[in-house]
């Protein structure tokens, strides 16, 4: 197959969707891999490592999607390349359709076959293909809070691991899933107090046989949070449903118990923030001020650390993209439930039944085109 | 004795010099304590919580010159307190003569009894008042550095502690004493690969017995340093010459061979710094940016951490407070040696010998004096 590595285009998106090494197996299995110029800079892959690796280096956009039979990419595609876009070209990206009507009537004009990366998933529900993201934004989310409890920063000035004879901060995380457990593993790994709250017992057990002892594991209810945020330092929202808004857990009128200066970071804010005052922000504007407390809600927070990211994102995007190439779409959807899950628009048709709810369109199985 | 402790008025300092809990400690020993009004709000600390255990609250830094035997500070006096120092009063803070020549000859002409924080010194030839700021500079060191990682900050994109099939960043500390152990504790505990260079071999075994896994430890020379910074996402300056100017460690040449939008921390930056192209920034404007590499190079650090800097600086300088107060500034001295090596300028005469030697003054032994 002839697969297309696209330059992310848009604002703060420095990750690229292959790696030369994903390249250098790709060719293993035989296919044709061209990459879009500079594709890879900001992840410290140079258009000579992608050469040398086998790749065909394309100086536009418009020549990747007029070669590709798949084009692999970090990010939906943007208004300046709706016109490439075309019947029968797989598009394998991060699509996030729920929240984007737009895109979708595109899609299902141009005909092509759009399989998103975060609807893809494994036997036990979980998400292979978001959980690297998580798992970096978590540990971001530990080092956010500490830069910003600086006062210099509007935080109160806490010292998050503390000294000896010094109180250390108080962390409470929100969600014990895979953000939640990265953000207590940074935590507790600075020396900080940490609370874990999670809805699921089972959960909390594996946690409380994991984790170190710094670490404080506790059933998550509104009375717990309510109880917890006046103690918090940092606070990190790390709650999410598959497929629909984050739920607020933290109103504004609870915030009026905490201390001014503490820290929320907002890792749900991608679907919508887990804390009433939440709004998103950027890695370049990355704090505001509500109500006294510092907001750090920066969306995509990950694309903040491309060469990072981008490995964790293509260890797990290339398995799927390499089984797509080698079989053909139909094939790999039909031989792996996984990669079925993340077909979203294929052929005209909405298949990813959350996306077609949301915007009230006709949902068609993909087993029928299939 | 009558104590009084002044608000701060250095630009970016928010620590004060007794806490509620040190004043009901001095009102319960005897002493009368004037606080300078909103002494303590940087730090969390109200006027009527230093009220309620006994303080006087003085509306004018005046009130507290004109009051009290003893004037506690974190700074040293600043020109606009210059004309309201007294002879024979006790003067107890931070000074730093060795690098304010202006100011040695102001203390000199006041007759003031000058006791520096910074060089009290134990039998063992440690500086009991800067290890807890050490502490929490060192602290503080790694989480500069994984924010300014960040590619929006300058920073190559790297996560400290890396994800599961991605590696960590490397992070190398030059020095090995207070400020190194706990930058390495701290990137340990980020899962970082660390690398701690120490002169003293003594040292480094006691390194190796008490770090984790993750720390290697060094014996520092120009060598291993230059072979390092190349490999290095993160580079912690933690080195400190007693009363001398910090060792150009890492020079411009040095720099040259560096990782673009690698991280740079300076926290000998108070002692003139251990990079060649070191400068001292703010917290309003920690970083600059050099050969691609982003150096952070706050003088003062834990001035950003004001709540957990004021109660480890005034767990550290109480007990000595307490003394001097408890016995008068000559009792205290002839009776500990650790309080007399604190004596930098008294009666006029300077009686700190490299404070002496650095502006050719006449150095007069403080025991002449007592």
Same mark, same amino acid.
């Given at each position: 197959?002839?697969?297309?590595?696209?330059?992310?285009?848009?604002?703060?998106?420095?990750?690229?969707?292959?790696?030369?090494?994903?390249?250098?197996?790709?060719?293993?299995?035989?296919?044709?891999?061209?990459?879009?110029?500079?594709?890879?800079?900001?992840?410290?892959?140079?258009?000579?490592?992608? @050469?040398?690796?086998?790749?065909?280096?394309?100086?536009?956009?418009?020549?990747?999607?007029?070669?590709?039979?798949?084009?692999?990419?970090?990010?939906?595609?943007?208004?300046?390349?709706?016109?490439?876009?075309?019947?029968?070209?797989?598009?394998?990206?991060?699509?996030?359709?729920?929240?984007?009507?737009?895109?979708?009537?595109?899609?299902?004009?141009?005909?092509?076959?759009?399989?998103?990366?975060?609807?893809?998933?494994?036997?036990?529900?979980?998400?292979?293909?978001?959980?690297?993201?998580?798992?970096? =934004?978590?540990?971001?989310?530990?080092?956010?809070?500490?830069?910003?409890?600086?006062?210099?920063?509007?935080?109160? &000035?806490?010292?998050?691991?503390?000294?000896?004879?010094?109180?250390?901060?108080?962390?409470?995380?929100?969600?014990?899933?895979?953000?939640?457990?990265?953000?207590?593993?940074?935590?507790?790994?600075?020396?900080?107090?940490?609370?874990?709250?999670?809805?699921?017992?089972?959960?909390?057990?594996?946690?409380?046989?994991?984790?170190?002892?710094?670490?404080?594991?506790?059933?998550?209810?509104?009375?717990?949070?309510?109880?917890?945020?006046?103690?918090?330092?940092?606070?990190?929202?790390?709650?999410?449903?598959?497929?629909?808004?984050?739920?607020?857990?933290?109103?504004?009128?609870?915030?009026?118990?905490?201390?001014?200066? #503490?820290?929320?970071?907002?890792?749900?804010?991608?679907?919508?923030?887990?804390?009433?005052?939440?709004?998103? #922000?950027?890695?370049?504007?990355?704090?505001?001020?509500?109500?006294?407390?510092?907001?750090?809600?920066?969306?995509?927070?990950?694309? @903040?650390?491309?060469?990072?990211?981008?490995?964790?994102?293509?260890?797990?995007?290339?398995?799927?993209?390499?089984?797509?190439?080698?079989?053909?779409?139909?094939?790999?959807?039909?031989?792996?439930?996984?990669?079925?899950?993340?077909?979203?628009?294929?052929?005209?048709?909405?298949?990813?039944?959350?996306?077609?709810?949301?915007?009230?369109?006709?949902?068609?199985?993909?087993?029928?085109?299939? | 004795?009558?104590?009084?402790?002044?608000?701060?008025?250095?630009?970016?300092?928010?620590?004060?010099?007794? #806490?509620?809990?040190?004043?009901?400690?001095?009102?319960?020993?005897?002493?009368?304590?004037?606080?300078?009004?909103?002494?303590?709000?940087?730090?969390?600390?109200?006027?009527?919580?230093?009220?309620?255990?006994?303080?006087?609250?003085?509306?004018?830094?005046?009130?507290?010159?004109?009051?009290?035997?003893?004037?506690?500070?974190?700074?040293?006096?600043?020109?606009?307190?210059?004309?309201?120092?007294?002879?024979?009063?006790?003067?107890?803070?931070?000074?730093?003569?060795?690098?304010?020549?202006?100011?040695?000859?102001?203390?000199?002409?006041?007759?003031?009894?000058?006791?520096?924080?910074?060089?009290?010194?134990?039998?063992?030839?440690?500086?009991?008042?800067?290890?807890?700021?050490?502490?929490?500079?060192?602290?503080?060191?790694?989480?500069? &550095?994984?924010?300014?990682?960040?590619?929006?900050?300058?920073?190559?994109?790297?996560?400290?502690?890396?994800?599961?099939?991605?590696?960590? =960043?490397?992070?190398?500390?030059?020095? &090995?004493?207070?400020?190194?152990?706990?930058?390495?504790?701290?990137?340990?505990?980020?899962? @970082?690969?660390?690398?701690?260079?120490?002169?003293?071999?003594?040292?480094?075994?006691?390194?190796?017995?008490?770090?984790?896994?993750?720390?290697?430890?060094?014996?520092?020379?120009?060598?291993?340093?230059?072979?390092?910074?190349?490999?290095?996402?993160?580079?912690?300056?933690?080195?400190?010459?007693?009363? =001398?100017?910090?060792?150009?460690?890492?020079?411009?040449?040095?720099?040259?061979?560096?990782?673009?939008?690698?991280?740079?921390?300076?926290?000998?930056?108070?002692? &003139?710094?251990?990079?060649?192209?070191?400068?001292?920034?703010?917290?309003?404007?920690?970083?600059?940016?050099?050969?691609?590499?982003?150096?952070?190079?706050?003088?003062?650090?834990?001035?950003?951490?004001?709540?957990?800097?004021?109660?480890?600086?005034?767990?550290?300088?109480?007990?000595?407070?307490?003394?001097?107060?408890?016995?008068?500034?000559?009792?205290?001295?002839?009776?500990?040696?650790?309080?007399?090596?604190?004596?930098?300028?008294?009666?006029?005469?300077?009686?700190?010998?490299?404070?002496?030697?650095?502006?050719?003054?006449?150095?007069?032994?403080?025991?002449?004096?007592?």
């Amino acid at each position: 197959m002839i697969i297309g590595t696209l330059k992310e285009v848009k604002a703060e998106e420095n990750r690229v969707s292959m790696t030369p090494a994903g390249v250098e197996v790709l060719r293993h299995h035989g296919h044709r891999v061209l990459v879009e110029k500079n594709a890879g800079v900001a992840s410290g892959f140079e258009n000579e490592d992608y @050469a040398k690796a086998g790749a065909e280096i394309a100086d536009t956009p418009h020549e990747i999607f007029k070669k590709s039979e798949m084009i692999i990419r970090v990010k939906e595609p943007q208004p300046s390349e709706y016109e490439f876009l075309r019947k029968g070209q797989i598009y394998f990206a991060f699509l996030h359709l729920a929240a984007s009507e737009a895109l979708i009537h595109v899609l299902i004009r141009k005909g092509s076959i759009n399989i998103a990366y975060e609807t893809i998933q494994e036997k036990e529900g979980s998400l292979p293909l978001l959980t690297p993201m998580s798992e970096v =934004a978590g540990h971001m989310a530990i080092q956010e809070g500490a830069k910003y409890l600086e006062m210099a920063q509007g935080g109160h &000035g806490v010292l998050l691991g503390g000294v000896p004879g010094v109180d250390p901060a108080t962390v409470v995380i929100i969600g014990g899933g895979v953000v939640g457990i990265n953000a207590a593993k940074t935590a507790c790994g600075l020396g900080a107090k940490v609370y874990v709250l999670d809805t699921n017992l089972d959960r909390l057990r594996y946690l409380s046989d994991v984790m170190p002892e710094n670490c404080f594991l506790l059933m998550s209810t509104p009375a717990a949070i309510r109880e917890l945020l006046p103690m918090g330092d940092v606070v990190v929202g790390a709650v999410l449903v598959p497929g629909s808004k984050a739920p607020i857990l933290v109103t504004r009128e609870m915030l009026k118990k905490m201390n001014k200066g #503490t820290v929320l970071v907002d890792v749900a804010i991608d679907q919508g923030g887990c804390f009433e005052t939440s709004k998103p #922000t950027t890695h370049s504007h990355p704090t505001f001020i509500a109500d006294g407390m510092v907001h750090y809600c920066v969306e995509n927070m990950p694309g @903040a650390l491309p060469k990072t990211s981008t490995l964790a994102l293509t260890n797990a995007t290339l398995p799927y993209a390499l089984e797509i190439a080698d079989k053909g779409w139909r094939k790999a959807m039909k031989e792996n439930p996984e990669i079925r899950l993340g077909a979203n628009v294929v052929e005209g048709k909405v298949t990813y039944k959350g996306v077609a709810e949301a915007f009230g369109l006709d949902y068609t199985p993909i087993d029928k085109i299939l | 004795m009558i104590v009084g402790i002044l608000k701060e008025i250095k630009e970016e300092e928010n620590r004060v010099s007794m #806490t509620p809990a040190g004043v009901e400690v001095m009102k319960k020993n005897g002493h009368t304590v004037l606080v300078e009004k909103e002494a303590g709000i940087g730090s969390g600390f109200e006027d009527e919580v230093y009220r309620k255990v006994g303080g006087e609250i003085i509306d004018k830094p005046h009130g507290i010159f004109e009051g009290a035997e003893m004037v506690m500070h974190v700074k040293e006096p600043l020109p606009s307190e210059y004309p309201l120092l007294q002879k024979d009063q006790i003067l107890f803070t931070y000074l730093h003569l060795a690098a304010a020549e202006e100011l040695t000859k102001v203390l000199i002409r006041t007759g003031a009894i000058c006791i520096a924080y910074e060089t009290i010194q134990k039998d063992d030839k440690s500086l009991p008042l800067l290890t807890p700021m050490s502490e929490v500079a060192g602290r503080m060191a790694i989480q500069q &550095g994984a924010k300014y990682l960040e590619m929006a900050q300058g920073g190559d994109g790297v996560l400290l502690g890396g994800v599961p099939g991605v590696a960590p =960043a490397t992070v190398l500390i030059i020095g &090995g004493g207070v400020v190194g152990i706990n930058a390495a504790k701290m990137a340990c505990g980020l899962g @970082a690969k660390v690398y701690l260079l120490d002169t003293n071999l003594d040292r480094l075994r006691y390194l190796s017995d008490v770090m984790p896994k993750n720390c290697f430890l060094l014996m520092s020379s120009p060598a291993a340093i230059r072979d390092l910074v190349r490999k290095a996402d993160v580079v912690v300056g933690g080195v400190l010459i007693p009363g =001398a100017k910090a060792p150009k460690l890492v020079t411009r040449d040095m720099l040259k061979t560096m990782k673009k939008g690698a991280v740079l921390v300076d926290v000998a930056i108070d002692q &003139g710094g251990c990079f060649e192209t070191s400068k001292p920034t703010t917290h309003s404007h920690p970083t600059f940016i050099v050969d691609g590499v982003v150096h952070y190079c706050v003088a003062n650090m834990p001035g950003a951490v004001p709540k957990t800097s004021t109660l480890a600086l005034t767990n550290a300088t109480l007990p000595y407070a307490l003394e001097i107060a408890d016995k008068g500034w000559r009792r205290a001295m002839k009776e500990n040696p650790e309080i007399k090596s604190g004596a930098n300028v008294a009666k006029g005469k300077v009686t700190y010998k490299a404070v002496a030697e650095a502006f050719g003054l006449e150095y007069v032994l403080i025991d002449n004096l007592l």
